[in-house]
């Protein structure tokens, strides 16, 4: 079996060799010599223009071309980590040759966190990290080329704000999310405010946010707190459309004294309105009486549809017989 491996290898070898030959030969006699570049073409491009993609590859209109300049060129085009596969083709008349790429793109799939940066906000930073990573909106391919080109482009915006520390990155949800953040820094939170907030006592949400403050600033954090913890609060009044926004935060300069040197955590939240019950229809109960299913529930018809009880209901009431209720503003 072992010698039956080792011929199917050298075959295997000797088709790639016999390949690599082939393309290099086809070139080389087909063609003259001294090719001059005189069009290049991209098939497969759908996220990059054919202008960049020609930058990104270093080659120009009208210079002297031979298969080891494209090949150079193809792989230059991979070193971008913008594309999982590259390959070309050529064809001449006289003297001047169009080299055709044919490319598959990396999809940016990739949504990118920058979890305590509190010197510049989210637009700024993806101005900063897009003039030297072209086509950066806040998402990046999977592709660990780029990955590290945006922590190079983030260190240098501390070094050119004087800011210590280093920055590191982690990946979480499947690799499709990817957080970059600032080690070596201390942020602690010193307050959090919510614009938009009237559904809910202020005292009430400042109260439930106390396991934030004097801890270190983190917008994953501080995210997936609020979201466990606030929205219930606006579930439980009514307000079923209620969401946050995502987190802003600021570093306090020396005029605020209170929270010098410390960050105030912005936490904007779109009320909607607030609900109440409608009606409750149940179809199909034979066996549990139309009270008994809306003791599960707890709620009456022109009670504040309260989201917790809501759910709270549905668990024990799941799977006995189909239900569905009408809800309208308060």
């Known amino acids: 079996m072992t010698t039956q491996f080792n011929s199917l290898l050298v075959k295997v070898r000797l088709s790639l060799a016999l390949l690599l030959v082939w393309v290099t030969v086809a070139f080389g006699q087909s063609t003259p010599q001294n090719l001059r570049l005189s069009k290049i073409e991209f098939t497969g491009l759908?996220?990059?223009?054919?202008?960049?993609?020609?930058?990104?590859?270093?080659?120009?209109?009208?210079?002297?071309?031979?298969?080891?300049?494209?090949?150079?060129?193809?792989?230059?085009?991979?070193?971008?980590?913008?594309?999982?596969?590259?390959?070309?083709?050529?064809?001449?008349?006289?003297?001047?040759?169009t080299?055709?790429?044919?490319?598959?793109?990396?999809?940016?799939?990739?949504?990118?966190?920058?979890?305590?940066?509190?010197?510049?906000?989210?637009?700024e930073i993806i101005e900063a990290v897009r003039r030297e990573v072209p086509f950066f909106d806040g998402t990046a391919p999977e592709s660990e080329t780029v990955i590290e080109k945006i922590k190079s482009v983030l260190e240098r915006v501390l070094q050119e704000r004087e800011v210590p520390g280093r920055i590191d990155y982690f990946y979480a949800a499947g690799s499709k999310e990817v957080a970059f953040r600032v080690k070596g820094?201390?942020?602690?939170?010193?307050?959090?405010?919510?614009?938009?907030?009237?559904?809910?006592?202020?005292?009430?949400?400042?109260?439930?946010?106390?396991?934030?403050?004097?801890?270190?600033?983190?917008?994953?954090?501080?995210?997936?707190?609020?979201?466990?913890n606030l929205m219930p609060l606006y579930r439980q009044r009514g307000y079923l459309r209620a969401r946050l926004l995502a987190p802003q935060a600021r570093l306090e300069s020396e005029a605020n004294k209170g929270c010098k040197n410390r960050v105030t955590v912005t936490l904007p939240v779109e009320e909607g309105v607030a609900y109440s019950l409608g009606q409750l229809v149940w179809a199909g109960n034979q066996v549990l009486s139309v009270s008994t299913l809306e003791g599960l529930f707890g709620l009456k018809t022109g009670a504040v549809a309260d989201g917790l009880k809501i759910e709270a209901g549905m668990g024990p009431s799941r799977g006995l017989m189909p239900g569905k209720g009408t809800l309208k503003p308060s």
């Open 46 to 97: 759908q996220r990059y223009d054919q202008a960049q993609v020609i930058a990104l590859s270093g080659l120009q209109i009208g210079q002297v071309i031979t298969a080891d300049v494209l090949d150079a060129a193809a792989k230059q085009l991979l070193k971008t980590g913008l594309f999982k596969r590259v390959l070309y083709s050529s064809r001449c008349q006289g003297e001047e040759a």
């Open 99 to 123: 080299v055709s790429f044919e490319v598959i793109e990396m999809q940016w799939t990739v949504r990118c966190i920058f979890d305590n940066f509190v010197w510049l906000n989210d637009r």
């Open 185 to 228: 820094v201390s942020l602690l939170v010193c307050a959090v405010t919510f614009p938009g907030a009237a559904g809910v006592e202020e005292n009430l949400l400042r109260t439930t946010v106390k396991p934030i403050i004097n801890g270190e600033y983190s917008k994953q954090y501080v995210t997936q707190f609020a979201e466990n």
